[in-house]
């Protein structure tokens, strides 16, 4: 454990929105390591764990925020909606539970004259179809889901608050994020690997829509939460970052290396085959990516550690 990232984290209170999600279990369990005082919040209860304290609060109302705002050091923000048909589906449900948490967080840092530290979860789909990879930082986003929009519009919000004084904001742009959690997501287009894994452990055999030929950069659970505790503890101008591996892999080679890997442990053998996009899927489904992690790397002096192979190794065994 990096003894300077564990001293930052001393005495402090720190807050976990989304706690019980798949990200955001994992990242209590890491800082639970930690010498310091963390806050879950959820609408319904959660299940009690040692050594942290679960707070039931609406986020879209302005006194849940009040009340974290003011005990709050560090504010880990990943509830919220997280699927892209959800929000197709349900654009002002989506809409409230991504805007309004961020709104009601700034009234209250505004009122309470504090500038608490702040890491909000966004998503590097906001960047939209590129052709020039890896993409950077640098890239405007083009948003072509309701979802990327609101993942935008949210961080386009942080960042004037940032530049206003009202609290200290960094936006972490996720990539494809897998590997075993306390909790699973329950986003139908969340959780892709996971999916694939037990799929191939009970013998199914796996779908590559569009034949699997498009890239994705594909990014082990602890690395992101390396990158979320990394972020909140950093001295960095930077407010929007890229969680990547730097590394693009064509889908159908992941399925087959799941594949290859639970036939090695289990003797259990499954078939990818080649499948047409369904006819609703959303444009976004279809891009490649990459992601550039070099300011992630160069300003915070996070690395990956665990690469594609390792990682879904782990990912078998876990579900073994």
Request: glycine letters at 6%; hydrophobic letters at 40%; aromatic letters at 8%.
């Amino acid at each position: 454990m990096n003894s300077s990232l564990k001293n930052s984290f001393e005495g402090k209170t720190v807050i976990v929105t989304g706690a019980s999600g798949y990200i955001g279990s994992a990242l209590v369990d890491k800082l639970k390591k930690f010498n310091c005082h963390i806050i879950r919040t959820s609408r319904t209860n959660l299940t009690p764990t040692d050594g942290v304290q679960d707070k039931i609060l609406d986020l879209t109302k302005e006194e849940s925020w009040i009340d974290i705002v003011s005990c709050a050091d560090f504010i880990f923000h990943l509830a919220g909606n997280t699927s892209i048909p959800f929000a197709e589906k349900n654009v002002d449900k989506s809409l409230q539970s991504t805007l309004l948490p961020i709104a009601n967080l700034i009234y209250a840092s505004k009122k309470l004259k504090t500038s608490p530290k702040v890491i909000y979860a966004s998503t590097a789909t906001v960047y939209g179809i590129i052709d020039i990879q890896p993409v950077s930082e640098e890239v405007i986003p083009r948003p072509i889901s309701i979802y990327d929009l609101h993942k935008l519009y949210a961080e386009q919000h942080l960042t004037m608050a940032n530049n206003q004084g009202l609290l200290s904001f960094k936006s972490l742009r996720l990539a494809n994020v897998y590997g075993p959690s306390l909790r699973e997501s329950h986003s139908e287009d969340r959780g892709i690997l996971s999916r694939i894994t037990k799929a191939c452990m009970q013998g199914h055999s796996i779908s590559a829509y569009g034949g699997g030929n498009y890239l994705r950069d594909y990014i082990y659970i602890d690395d992101v939460v390396d990158a979320f505790l990394c972020s909140c503890v950093a001295d960095s101008p930077h407010m929007i970052l890229n969680v990547a591996s730097g590394i693009g892999t064509k889908v159908k080679a992941v399925f087959e290396m799941i594949a290859g890997e639970v036939k090695k442990n289990s003797g259990i053998s499954s078939i990818i085959t080649d499948t047409n996009w369904p006819d609703k899927i959303n444009i976004i489904e279809t891009r490649n990516f990459i992601g550039s992690n070099e300011k992630l790397k160069s300003m915070l002096g996070w690395k990956v550690n665990v690469p594609l192979k390792t990682g879904i190794q782990r990912l078998v065994q876990h579900y073994s």
